[in-house]
């Protein structure tokens, strides 16, 4: 039997979380910590004059990071000084402050038409934000505070996940290279650079729209004459006569059927013994592991603020669909626990599987 109690107070903590969030961003936004890490036991008169804040407000804002143990106040004195804030390196703040710039400017707005989105079964909030009908991917090529919110993250997502990304898993000497639904060519430049063999190839394949902004950098980065674009939609169809497809940060964006598409697709392109390679966040076996925190984000923030449909899956879910799509599934590779930082939310596997004769 439940305790309505217990359910109740459980409640509570969702409707404290967008005020406690926004809190404690704000502290680092106005410059309250910064304050205090250049001189320890300043009053709140002068943080404030420090930062161009009333006093009241500051000690208002610093109630919150004091009873969570961020910063400790002298009773005596009135001063603040860090406390569990002060033992954070520098970096590692940095890349939380970074994420949590991304949430406020790119996902609390859009939230609020997060139902709108998932009846529309597109990013609602865009719409009626920014004027814009599509996807975040597409708003950030053209909508300067939608890139400049998404585009620190992802420079800080490709640096830590990238060299491990290719790491997972190996390219034939001299195979030809799918990165499919790749963007503008960066996937295909690390490619030849980390895989690099005698006659490697490596195709971008996209939106044909892609096409100017990927030859450029290929050119830029000196591989032109290694990779190169092929335009269409990976609903449809892909290309055939390559050995392996890379399927990278993009099947959690699509519906059950759109992503076995995808799978049957690449199963028809490739010969036997073809292989894939998927890189996607998944759900933990148990989706009431209380230790994986991607069930409390990634449902919002794909439906309310990337594409409004599709999410993630666990890896049982993917092995049977790529399984039933003609596929063995030979190798799965995850972070190793030591390299992911505490505050990450995100768990990516690397699925490597292979075309059945």
Known sequence: MSNPEAVLARIREYMVGPTRFMNLYTCFELGLVDALRKEPGLTAARIGAAVGAKPDAVEQLLHLLVKEGFVARD???????????????????????????????????????????????????????????????????????????????????????????????DVPAGARVLDVQGGNGLGAIMTYQLKGSPGLRVTTFDRPALEAECLRNFEARGVAEH???????VLESLPGGFDVMLLKHFVDMYDEDEVRTIFENAHRALEPGGRIVVLAPVYPEDIGDTDDYQADFF????????????????????????????????KVSAKDPADVPPDAIINRVVICATKRA
């Open 75 to 169: 009773e005596t004195t009135g001063g603040y000084t860090l406390d569990a804030l002060a033992d954070v390196a520098e970096t590692d703040l940095q890349r939380v402050l970074t994420f949590m710039g991304m949430i406020k400017t790119g996902m609390l707005r859009q939230l609020y038409y997060l139902s709108d989105s998932v009846l529309a079964g597109s990013v609602v909030g865009l719409k009626e934000l920014y004027g814009f009908e599509g996807t975040m991917f597409e708003a950030a090529a053209e909508v300067e505070e939608v890139r400049a919110a998404w585009g620190p993250l992802a420079r800080n997502e490709t640096a830590s996940v990238y060299p491990w990304f290719f790491r997972s898993f």
């Open 227 to 233: 990779c190169s674009f092929m335009g269409g939609d």
């Open 299 to 330: 449902p919002a923030y794909i439906l309310g603020c990337v594409v409004g449909r599709g999410g993630l899956q666990k890896l049982s879910t993917y092995r049977s669909w790529l399984e039933e799509s003609g596929f063995e599934v030979t």
